[in-house]
């Protein structure tokens, strides 16, 4: 189980006049070439504090190199939708000081007020949770599936480590004297100001997280919050020297220290002498070796096969070998939904009966489609009685896999007996099928478009996409196995020209291969030979991009589109926008969506800026 960790960073004088020299640099100086959408009527720049972090990541790696040097960052958690549970966790925070601000304030004046900072904590915990937290998992709508709940207790969890954060931190002040709606700032306001650096200005906008002042000594305190790794490190401290400023600039007084509120997953580890004492045994391996060696050498989405490894675990023990729950593996193409579905049959060692929703219009027809995959493994349905006045079959132990399940939306009801896990029957025209002893296995790019009486007879297991690291390593060790030697930069362009897809890239690869036996000078496995790959072969930029990406990019340059007019624009079906396109542009930060359409970000600016001569 995951559970989160609290990190606070806390930005003094002393390392803030060692890092704001550097980052307002970095800002400042390219300011004229990542140019504002807006200025004041005096014609200054006028940016918000976000619209700043996305210009300083446009301008990485080279201001990462500048500023991370005094930083250890932690790896991206790939395990986890980090961005969805981190936008939560700022949204629920505010809630909460909102909550100490008004109806709340006397619940945290009474638990601060109590001898024990234990009891303080847990009188404060307790109230909150009772008055403020129900309420808000309940409308979050997280209580839904698996994997929502997860991020619920993860969210709870975060709330905890916070809570006791703030106890023990309010117990050292003056208590006659405080106050919860002096000390949490209100912030319900943009702060708009002008700010100065190098004897140029810009106009800064933003909202800080949090702005708390210590009624003792007067010192402001800036918070903000992050979740996991969700961007690069820099750009979190970036954003907190530049609200710093932005307060100083706005209220007139100094911003003497910022806190950076780090919220890191990871696995819950129990000691020793708990795990003692509840007698829990240290399996080595952690799996049964059938299902270790089943997902050998399979890379990303782990949290999600660790799910599946555990749920084998348990089938493994039956006679026969079935999973007692269906599983409906959800995520854009691409991401190994029927790669997992294989390993789950060979881990189960059952017939693997794959059928496209796309190849069936009524359940009378998939039953014939299994029937007639069944007779290539020489298996069949035995006669095994009657069941509503039809003859009962009795099907063998197998795993169905359906692709592309939303397709069966407008039908849903006639599959909703199958898809029962204590039922499975399939009731059809001359017979019914019984499935009991089947794994059901399903896949699908939009869960939504399902009824939820449908979705309800399913474990939902949501794969995220692959990272560029883990592409590489796959494309490495594809190289390996082939006896050939290449560096991990070849690997990384060759994942970025497969669309970080595992699929496309090792396609990829297989290309690259075959050029470099054909004329190995010209297409040698170095950065140089990748080089002429893109532009004689691949036609594409460094990253992977297509003239159709260019061309969404183009389209989106000036303002945000919906997904009908990019339709209209661009010389592609819709599919091939929500499919192809969009997802990676997504994934590179290239693009991002809001409430007015796709817009282009400043890295997609710059890659645009930089489109290479033969696209």
């Known amino acids: 189980m995951l559970k989160p960790e609290i990190y606070k960073l806390e930005i003094t004088s002393e390392l803030r006049n060692k890092l704001q020299q550097k980052i307002f640099s970095a800002l400042f100086d390219n300011i004229d070439q990542l140019v504002p959408h807006r200025r004041t009527r005096e014609g200054i720049p006028s940016l918000t504090v976000t619209e700043i972090k996305e210009r300083l990541k446009a301008l990485l790696p080279i201001y990462a190199k500048d500023i991370s040097q005094d930083f250890q960052s932690k790896p991206r958690e790939e395990n986890i939708d980090a961005l969805d549970i981190g936008n939560r966790l700022h949204d629920w925070l505010k809630e909460i000081i909102m909550f100490f601000r008004r109806e709340g304030a006397e619940c945290l004046r009474e638990g601060l007020s109590l001898r024990d900072p234990d009891e303080t904590y847990r009188f404060v915990w307790n109230s909150l949770f009772d008055r403020k937290l129900v309420s808000l998992a309940q409308s979050s709508g997280l209580l839904k599936s698996d994997s929502d709940i997860e991020k619920c207790d993860i969210l709870m969890e975060s709330m905890k480590l916070w809570i006791k954060e703030i106890c023990y931190s309010l117990r050292k002040m003056n208590l006659k004297k405080f106050s919860p709606t002096a000390y949490f700032l209100d912030l319900e306001n943009d702060l708009n100001e002008i700010i100065s650096f190098k004897d140029k200005k810009i106009h800064l906008r933003g909202r800080p997280d949090a702005v708390t002042l210590n009624q003792e ?61 509840i007698k829990i045994e240290d399996p080595a391996p952690p799996f049964p070796p059938e299902v270790e060696e089943a997902f050998l050498g399979y890379v990303g989405n782990e949290l999600s096969v660790r799910k599946l490894k555990v749920k084998l675990t348990l089938a493994t023990r039956k006679q026969p070998k079935k999973m007692p729950d269906n599983i409906m593996f959800c995520g854009p193409a691409g991401l190994g939904k029927t790669e997992l579905a294989r390993r789950v049959a060979s881990c189960l060692e059952l017939p693997f009966i794959d059928i496209p929703s796309t190849s069936f219009n009524s359940l009378q027809q998939m039953v014939t489609e299994i029937d007639r995959t069944l007779m290539s493994h020489n298996l069949k349905a035995e006669e095994a009685g009657t069941d509503s006045g039809k003859p009962k079959m009795k099907y063998p132990p197998l795993v169905l896999f359906i692709d592309e399940a939303h397709n069966l939306s407008r039908r849903a009801d006639e599959f909703l007996n199958l898809f029962e896990p204590k039922e499975r029957r399939a009731v059809v025209k001359d017979i019914v099928g019984d499935f009991t002893d089947a794994t059901i296995l399903l896949a699908t790019t939009d869960k939504g478009t399902l009824p939820t009486a449908f979705l309800t007879r399913f474990r939902m297991i949501d794969l995220v996409h692959y990272s560029i690291e883990e592409v590489g390593r796959l494309i490495s060790m594809e190289f390996t196995r082939k006896g050939k030697e290449v560096t991990s930069d070849v690997c990384r362009g060759i994942a970025k020209v497969g669309r970080l897809v595992p699929r496309l890239a090792l396609s990829k690869m297989n290309e690259f291969i075959d050029h470099n036996e054909y004329n190995s000078e010209a297409y040698s496995f170095t950065v140089e030979g990748l080089k002429r790959m893109l532009s004689e072969v691949w036609q594409v930029d460094e990253n992977g991009l297509t003239a159709g990406d260019f061309l969404y990019l183009d389209c989106v340059k000036e303002q945000p589109k919906g997904i009908l007019v990019l339709n209209n624009l661009l010389p592609c079906n819709i599919e091939e926008i929500r499919n192809v396109i969009e997802p990676y542009l997504m994934q590179i930060n290239a693009v991002k969506s809001t409430k007015r359409g796709r817009s282009i970000t400043e890295y997609g600016r710059m890659i645009l800026k930089n489109k290479p001569q033969w696209l």
């Open 217 to 277: 000594n007067g010192e402001i305190c800036l918070w903000e919050y992050k979740f996991g790794n969700q961007a690069q490190y820099e750009l979190q401290i970036a954003q907190v020297l530049f609200y710093m400023s932005l307060i100083e600039a706005a209220k007139g007084v100094t911003c003497k220290k910022g806190i950076m509120w780090t919220f890191s997953p990871c696995e819950e580890v129990l000691p020793q002498k708990v795990r003692d004492d």
